[in-house]
């Protein structure tokens, strides 16, 4: 009879411990639940919050109207037709330098002119005459930019658009048959009217197509590479002092490589 009464004693203490403590361990099990269910729901603002287009602060966008400096280096020749499919074209190195003015449309395109300084080099001819022209001029080129990647963090961009050139000064070397230098004077302009004493004249102006790529990195420094061909004819160039058939048509292109810098 004590043993039961032992056994019964045991059981109900343990009952009434098992009551007491189921309380507690489900208020904990739910507390754990709780916390855990608002860590999970904070990772997931935090990253929505990092990865919305809409939060994204505009303050460290580029602003809406910037500026900046270029330098570059450049080679030239020219794309040449000629009726006797004698004259060619050889690169020269060149310079060129100037700024920009960026209006910032939406976060992925923009409009861009720049105003470029530059020197260029060209030599051309038949074999039997060659001509090296050298320039001094300025090109202003509209580009239509697109841009990828986080404005904040360095971004790809790159675009297209018309470009005119003003020549300000230029000066022509004359070598025939491979021999010395023969002249070296300013080159003659071209002719008005039926005056066709010139065998050649340089154009003052040239318009034509540009194309630019480059990266922007955080700090506002840029890598930028840029082609402009023209599709004007810049030089009138005739078989002779007689004749008013022009022997070839003459575009320049050129091709830069350079470094630039934006204001933020």
């Known amino acids: 009879m004590k043993t039961r009464l ?3 004693f045991a059981l109900a203490s343990a009952c009434c411990m098992a009551q007491q403590l189921a309380p507690a361990d489900s208020l904990s099990l739910r507390e754990r639940a709780r916390q855990w269910n608002q860590e999970q729901y904070q990772k997931v603002k935090d990253w929505d919050t990092e990865h919305s287009l809409d939060s994204l602060d505009q303050e460290k966008l580029p602003k809406v109207v910037s500026g900046g400096l270029l330098v570059a280096a450049n080679i030239s020749n020219f794309i040449i037709t000629d009726s006797y499919g004698t004259m060619s074209s050889y690169m020269r ?3 060129e330098f100037g700024g920009f003015i960026d209006f910032r449309v939406t976060k992925h395109f923009a409009i861009q002119g720049r ?3 530059n020197t260029m080099q060209n030599k051309f001819g038949d074999g039997r005459t060659d001509n090296e022209l050298w320039s001094f001029g300025i090109d202003i080129p509209v580009y239509f930019m697109g841009r990828f990647g ?3 963090k360095g971004y790809l961009q790159f675009g297209a ?3 005119t050139h003003f020549n300000f000064a230029s000066n022509v070397s004359l070598y025939t048959n491979n021999e010395a230098k023969k002249t070296n004077a300013p080159a003659p302009k071209a002719p008005s009217g039926n ?4 065998l050649y004249a340089l154009h003052d102006n040239h318009s034509g197509i540009a194309a630019t790529i480059g990266y922007e990195f955080p700090m506002g420094l840029q890598i930028v590479a840029n082609y402009n061909v023209s599709l004007s004819d810049i030089i009138t160039y005739y078989k002779n002092s007689t ?3 022009k022997q070839a048509a003459i575009y320049p292109q050129y091709v830069s490589l350079g ?3 934006r204001w933020k």
Request: proline share 4%; no cysteine.
């Open 6 to 8: 032992v056994i019964l």
């Open 93 to 95: 190195v060149g310079a």
């Open 115 to 117: 105003l470029m300084f």
């Open 150 to 152: 986080n404005l904040t």
């Open 161 to 163: 658009g018309p470009f």
């Open 195 to 198: 005056d066709y004493s010139s």
């Open 243 to 245: 004749t008013t058939v």
């Open 259 to 261: 470094i630039g810098y």
